[in-house]
C-alpha cells in the first residue's frame, strides 16, 4: 500500500531532524537563569535573598506539575475515546508535546527572556512551554485521526511559532492579561486548528466513519483525561499569575467556574436527548468549558458568584455546540472537527476573552485598592498609563487579533499540510491505529476458567 | 418505560434549580478571604508580612490538589468497579462532587467564617469543602447502582448540611481534633450511607445480581482510584493541620499505617480465600482502611510502631469485614452495601475515633513539649482549659455524635428519598448505565488483521 | 495442583511474618525526625528558625508525592501491559513496595540518620525509602510473571539491604554525588533484576508464550504508567538535591532530556520496523530512558544541551535494545527479561553513571562559581577535599561498584529463590493472573441494545 511506503523513512527522518535542530540551537542560545544557575549561592547576597528556600522554584513547581500532567495525561487521555485510535491520540500527542515543548522554549525565549545573545530558562519558561502546547493539543483535538505524525510534527512547528507571535503581541505590544490563555491558547489554538482541518476537507471521510466513535472501556479512559484536566485547571490559570492574591484568587476562580459547568453540561446533555440519557461526549469535555471561559479573567475580580456564573453559561453553550454547532459546521461549512474544539476551546476561549475585557474595563479602586489595582494590571511597573477602560479595550482587540492570527496561520500551514509527501492516511484509513502501529495480535476477551487456567476463551 | 419518562426532565430541572440556587447564594455571602483579595498588597504591610510568598496559598496549595484528586479520581474511579456502571459511577460522583463542594462552601462557611455577613473563601475553604464531600461519596458507595442521580442530588444537599452541623459539633462545640476525619468525615458518612440503604431496602435486588460485579478491565480502572487514594492520603489527613510540625507527622503517621495496611490485607484475603487466591475487591478497599483508622490521631504522636500497627489491625478487620459482615449485613439485616463502605469506612472510621480518643488522653508534657503539648490541642488559643483525659472523653463523645447524627440524618434522608418523584431505576435496572447513558454501540473486541486493516472482528 | 497447595498458606504468612517484625523493629528504633515532632515548637527559638512555614515539609513534600506515584502508580501500571497479568503486575507492585518502603526506612535509617540509639524519620526519610523500593520495581520488571508474591517478598528483603549498603558506600564512602539514582537505582535495580532472572532461567518458558504480549487496552492501561514516570521524573532527580538552585536545574535537565527521548524513541522505533511501524513496547518504555540518564548529573551543570543529547543517545540506546539486544540475551545467555529492564534502566543507567563522573570531572570555578562548586560537590562540609578530577574517577568507581554488588547480590538472592518452598508457578503458569487471583467470571464485551437494557451479548 502506498501509505506504508511513504511513511516508511519520512518519520523516523523528521524526528531525528526536528531533535537534532533543537539540540544545535539549544546549545547557541540556551542556558539556565540565575535561580538554576550554581552562581545562585553567590548572587543571592546581591539580591538580598537570604535563603535557598526564596528560591522561584518551590512556588511555581506544584503549579508547573499540574499544567504537565494535563498537557500529556490530560489531553493526551481525553482523545483515547476512539475506538481504534487510542494508541495514535495518546502516542502522537506525547510525541508532538515533547517536541514541541523544546522549540517553545526557544521561540518564547526568543521574545521573552533574550538578553546577551542567550535565551535563560527557569521554571516560568517550563511552564509557558507548556501553555504554548497546549494550544496544540487543541488544535490536533480538531484533526485527530485524520493527519500523520508527520503532519502533526509539521503542524507543531508552525503553531509553536504562530503562538509565540501571537502571545508576544498581547502581552507585550497591546499589553493584555491572559492569565490561563483564553485568548493566547484556547480561542487561538481553537480557530487554527479549525482552519488547517476545514483545509484539509476530506468529502469522502465517511468511508471511515464507523471508526469515528466509542467503545465503553475507550469512554472510560478518556475520562482519566477529563477529570485531571478538570482537577488541574486552577493551576493552569494560575501558574503564571502574580505572587500572592493573584495566584489564590485565579484558583478559587476557576474551581467555581469548573463546578457550576459540571451541573450545567449535565442538565443540557439530558435535556437535549430525547429520552433524557447523558452523552459521554459532552460530560468528557463541555465540563472542562467552564475552565477555558474564566482563563483570562481568573486572577481579576471576578468575585465567586461571577465565575459560577460564567461556568454556568460555558456549560450551556459547549454542550449545545456539541449537540448542533458541530454537526451543523459539518455539513454545511466542511469543518469536520473530530473532538468538537469548537464547543470546548473556540467558543469558551472567545467567551473567557469577553469577559476579560469586561471585568478589566470595570475594574476600580473600591474593589482593588490602590496598589492592588496597580499590580493586577502592571501599572506599578510604569508598563502602561491606561484607564481600566482603555484596557478593557485593548483586551478585546486581544481577542480578535488571536482570531486573525489563527485563521491566517492556519490557512498557510493547511495549505503546507496538503503537501504530498507527508504521508497523510487515505480516507478509508482514518480513525485507524493499524496504519502506524503494530496491534496486539489477540482478541481481548478475558475471563475465568476455575479447572484450567492455561485455557482462556477467544471470541471466534 | 415508566422510569424513562420519569427522569427525562427531572435531572436538567435538578441541576439548572441547584446551580441557579448556588449562584444566588454565592451572590449574596461569598467573598474572596483577605489572603485572596487585591487589598492584600496593602493588607500585608497591617500584618507584618514581608513577602508575596508568605500567602496561606503556598502552604497549602499541594496538600488540596491532592485532596481534590482523591475526590474525583479516587473515589470517582474506585467505583468503576462494577461491569456496566462505570460511566454513572465516575461520571455521578463527578455530579454529585461538583455541585457538593458548592453546597459546602456555602454550609461550612456559614458555620466557619461568617463575619460580618459575608463568607470569606480561602484555600482552606476548598480543602474542607473537598472534605465535605468526602463523606458524601462514602454515602454514594453503599448505594451504587441502586439509586438515580436525581436522588444523589437531593442526597447529597442534605448530607453536606449534616456533615456540617455534625463537624460544628465537634469541632467547635466538643472542640475535638479530626485532622483526617475518621469521626466528621469516614464514621458519619459510612453509617449515614448504610441507613439511607436500609432505608431503601430492595427485597428482588437479585434481578440485577449478574450486573453485580466486575470484569476484568473494570477492576484495572478501579485500581487506578485505588492507588490515588492510597498514595495521596497522607495529603488528606495533613491537609488542615498546624502548619510544622503537625502537617510534616501527620504524613509520616498516614504513610506507616498505609504500608502496613496492604500487608494485612493481603494476608487476610489470601487466607480466607479456600484456595489462597487473593480477592480483586479487597486490594481496592481494604489496603486502604489504614488510612482512615489513622485519621483523626494522624496529627498526634501516634508515634511511627503505632501507625503500623493501627494499620496492620484496620487491613484485617476490613478484609474480614469484606469476607464475613457484609454478606451478613445483606442476609439479615437488610443492609445492602454496593461497595462494603462499612468496612472500608465504617469499622475503620471507629477505630479512628477510638484511636484519637486514647492518644489524646495519654498525650503528656514529656511527649509533646509544654509548647507543643498546648499547640497540638489548641491549649494555647485558650479554647480550652482541659487535661487531656477530659480532652479524651471528648474526643470518644464525638464518635457517638458522629453515629446518632449519621442514623438520624439518614433515617429522614432515606425517607425523602423515598418519595416517588426522584426517577429511582426499578429492581430489575440496577447497576446498568443504559438507564441514564447514551450507550456505544459497538462490542469491544479490537484485534490486528494485518492485511486489512478496515476490517475488524466484530464477535457475534 | 501441587503449586495451590504451596501456596496457600505461605503468602498470609509471609505477609504477616514481615509486618510483624517491621512492628517491632519501628517500636525498638524509630522516632520522628525533629521538624515532625512536637519539641519543633520550642526548638525553632535554639535553631533560630522564625517561622513554622521552614519547615522542610514545605519544600520536600511537593517532589515526594510525585516520587511516591512514580513508584505505585508509575511503575505498577507499566507492567499492566501483560494481557492476563495486570492484577499481579499492579497488586504485587503494590504489595512489594509497600514492604519494601518500611524496610528501607529501617536499613537506610540504620545507615544515615541512626544516633543515641535511635532512627530519625522526616520527610526525606520517605523520599529515600521510595528511591530504594524504585530499585526493587526495576528487578521487578525482569521476572515479571514468572515468580510468586512470596518470592518477590523475599527479594525485596534482600534488595532492599543491598541497596543500602550499596548506597552507604556510594554516598558515605566514596562520597559520589547520584542525585537521581542512575547508578544507586537503575543500574544496580536492573542488573540485580537479570542476574536474578537469571539464576531463575526456564528453558520451557514457551509453553507460556502465548500470554507474554498485551491486548489493545492493557497497552493502553500501560501508558498511564508510562506517562505519569515521564512526567514526574523531573521530580525524582530532583527530589533530594540541594535545595536552591540544584533542585531547580534538576528539574530542567530531566524535562530537556526527556523530551529528547520521546523524539528519537519514536524515530528509532519506526525506522526499525519494516514498515515503518510504532511499538507500544517503545513508546512505554525507551521514551522514558533519558530520564535514568540524566540521573546522576542531573543537578549538574549538563547544560540544556547536553541534557538534550543524553536523551536523544538514550532513546535510540534503548530501542536498539528493545530489538535487538534483549532477543539476544534471551536466546543466547539464558536471561528471560519480561519488561527489558536492561534498556530502560540498564543501559541507561550506565550511561547515567558515565555521564555523571565526566560531568563532575569537567566541573571548574569558571561553570560553578567558588561557592557554587564547593555548595554542587558538598566541598564546603569539609567532606572532601578532592579535585574534580579526582571525584570523577570516583563517580566512575560507583558503577562498578554498583555492578558488582548487584551480579554478587542478584546471584545469592537468586540461590536462595530457587528454595522450593517459595511457591514458584510452573512453565505452563507463567503469565497467569488465574493462579494468584479471584478472576472475574464475565467475558468482557460490553455493547448496548437499545430496548432491552438486561441483555447483553456474551460473545461464545
Keep these: 500500500m502506498m501509505w506504508n511506503t511513504n ?65 500529556f495525561v490530560g489531553f493526551g487521555f481525553l482523545m483515547t475515546f476512539l475506538q481504534r485510535y487510542s494508541f495514535s491520540a495518546v502516542g502522537f500527542n506525547f510525541l508532538l508535546a515533547a517536541f514541541g515543548i523544546q522549540w517553545a522554549l526557544l521561540m518564547q525565549g526568543w521574545f521573552h527572556t533574550f538578553q546577551d545573545g542567550y535565551i535563560f530558562l527557569g521554571l516560568e519558561s ?23 505524525p508527520v503532519q502533526l510534527l509539521i503542524m507543531t512547528l508552525f503553531q509553536v511559532t504562530l503562538f ?22 484556547h480561542t487561538f489554538g481553537a480557530y487554527f486548528g479549525l482552519t488547517v482541518t476545514w483545509m484539509l476537507y476530506r468529502p469522502n471521510l465517511q468511508k471511515s466513519k464507523e471508526r469515528q466513535s466509542s467503545v465503553y472501556h475507550s469512554d472510560l479512559f478518556a475520562m482519566i483525561g477529563t ?13 503564571v499569575s502574580n ?26 446533555s439530558s435535556a437535549l436527548h430525547k429520552k433524557g440519557k447523558l452523552d459521554m461526549v459532552h460530560i468528557q469535555n463541555a465540563t472542562l468549558a467552564g475552565g477555558v471561559a474564566v482563563g483570562t479573567a481568573a486572577e481579576m475580580m471576578l468575585m465567586p458568584y461571577g465565575s459560577l456564573i460564567i461556568g454556568f453559561i460555558s456549560g450551556i453553550i459547549s454542550t449545545l455546540g456539541f449537540v448542533y454547532l458541530t454537526p451543523f459546521l459539518e455539513a454545511h461549512m466542511h469543518i469536520q472537527d473530530t473532538c468538537g474544539i469548537h464547543n470546548l476551546h473556540g467558543l469558551p476561549g472567545l467567551i473567557g476573552g469577553i469577559v476579560g475585557a469586561v471585568t478589566a474595563a470595570s475594574a476600580n479602586l473600591q474593589v482593588y485598592g490602590q496598589e492592588g489595582l ?34 491566517v496561520g492556519g490557512g498557510v500551514v493547511g ?21 502506524y502501529w503494530e496491534m496486539p495480535e489477540k482478541q481481548e476477551t478475558i475471563s475465568s476458567h476455575p479447572e484450567n487456567p492455561a485455557l482462556k476463551t477467544v471470541a471466534p
Excluded at 243 to 268: E, F, M, P, W
Design 126 to 148: 517550563l511552564i509557558n512551554a507548556d501553555f504554548c502546547v497546549g494550544s496544540v493539543c487543541v488544535a490536533f483535538g480538531a484533526v485527530l485521526g485524520k493527519v500523520s
Design 7 to 71: 511513511l516508511r523513512w519520512r518519520l523516523p527522518f523528521t524526528c531525528l531532524l526536528l531533535e537534532l535542530a533543537m539540540v544545535v540551537l539549544f546549545s547557541l542560545f540556551v542556558r539556565y537563569d540565575f535561580e538554576a544557575d550554581p552562581h545562585w549561592t553567590e548572587e543571592k547576597k546581591y539580591r538580598h535573598i537570604t535563603s535557598d528556600l526564596e528560591n522561584d522554584f518551590y512556588y511555581r513547581y506544584p503549579s508547573f506539575q499540574d499544567v504537565h500532567v494535563m498537557i
Design 374 to 407: 496597580a499590580h493586577a494590571f502592571d501599572l506599578e511597573s510604569g508598563k502602561t498609563n491606561r484607564t481600566t477602560d482603555l484596557q478593557g479595550s485593548f483586551q478585546a482587540a486581544g481577542i480578535f487579533v488571536s482570531i486573525a492570527m489563527a485563521l
Design 243 to 268: 505572587h500572592g492574591d493573584a495566584q489564590h484568587r485565579a484558583v478559587i476562580n476557576t474551581y467555581c467556574s469548573l463546578a457550576a459547568c459540571v451541573l450545567t453540561s449535565v442538565a443540557l
Design 164 to 185: 509565540a507571535v501571537n502571545e508576544f503581541i498581547l502581552l507585550n505590544v497591546l499589553l493584555v492579561k491572559d492569565a490561563g490563555g483564553s485568548m493566547t491558547i
Design 227 to 239: 477529570l485531571f484536566l478538570w482537577m488541574y485547571w486552577p493551576s493552569f490559570n494560575s501558574a
Design 415 to 435: 495549505i503546507i499540510l496538503k503537501l504530498p509527501f507527508w504521508a497523510q492516511p487515505a480516507d478509508e484509513n482514518c480513525f485507524e491505529d493499524e496504519i
